[in-house]
């Protein structure tokens, strides 16, 4: 996979990625790309918006679900950026049964899809802050605003009070607790650049 800068993009990128998130929320979200998930989770208000990840499916039902995520992903990249033909999934030997298939959780396509458009849209917004360019930046993160609010975001990262927006788009904007009336973009870069 590569990025608009023609930079490659690794899946193990993309869970860095989503680390970053998890780890600047300090443990009030987690990633919910496997062993996250639970079907005895309780069901809240937003669990209800999501579907349970519980199914294993192997490689090919990941490039099926990418290809099928993709398809229908209903937010636009920035100018530049487009999802990769291909889930950047592998299979991956075991030592304990180096011939066994690798399996992944079912929705692990549509997540790996999602992720790459939060890191494709923090990306453009802090190279457009970088450049000069704060109309454009602040269009993107009123993208990552609306795309924090769709059942895509629920389903790749658990976050029932929006607390990533305070911690990310709200600094960048100007304001929040760690950038008072002034622009950081520091927490964006880091999920642009993981």
Same mark, same amino acid.
């Given at each position: 996979m590569k990025d608009a800068h023609n930079n490659p993009i690794s899946r193990r990128s993309m869970m860095q990625a989503a680390a970053v998130l998890a780890g600047a929320l300090t443990g009030a979200m987690a990633v919910d790309e496997g062993a996250f998930a639970s079907s005895n989770a309780p069901e809240t208000a937003t669990s209800r918006d999501r579907p349970r990840l519980t199914t294993l499916?192997?490689?090919e039902g990941?490039?099926?679900e990418y290809r099928e995520a993709v398809s229908t992903f209903p &937010?636009?990249?920035p100018e530049g950026w487009s999802f990769p033909p291909e889930s950047s999934a592998r299979e991956a030997a075991s030592p304990l049964a180096p011939t066994a298939s690798?399996?992944?959780e079912s929705g692990s396509?549509?997540?790996e899809v999602y992720m790459y458009w939060l890191r494709a849209?923090?990306?453009a917004a802090c190279d457009a802050h970088a450049g000069g360019n704060d109309q454009i930046a602040s269009r993107l993160l009123d993208d990552l605003e609306t795309g924090y609010s769709t059942s895509e975001r629920r389903m790749a990262i658990m976050d029932p009070a929006n607390q990533l927006l305070g &911690?990310?788009?709200d600094p960048a904007r100007g304001g929040g607790s760690t950038a008072r009336h002034s622009v950081d973009f520091t927490s964006l870069m880091s999920i642009a650049r993981s």
């Open positions: 499916i192997n490689l990941v490039r099926r &937010l636009a990249l690798s399996l992944w396509g549509h997540v849209v923090a990306s &911690l990310v788009v």
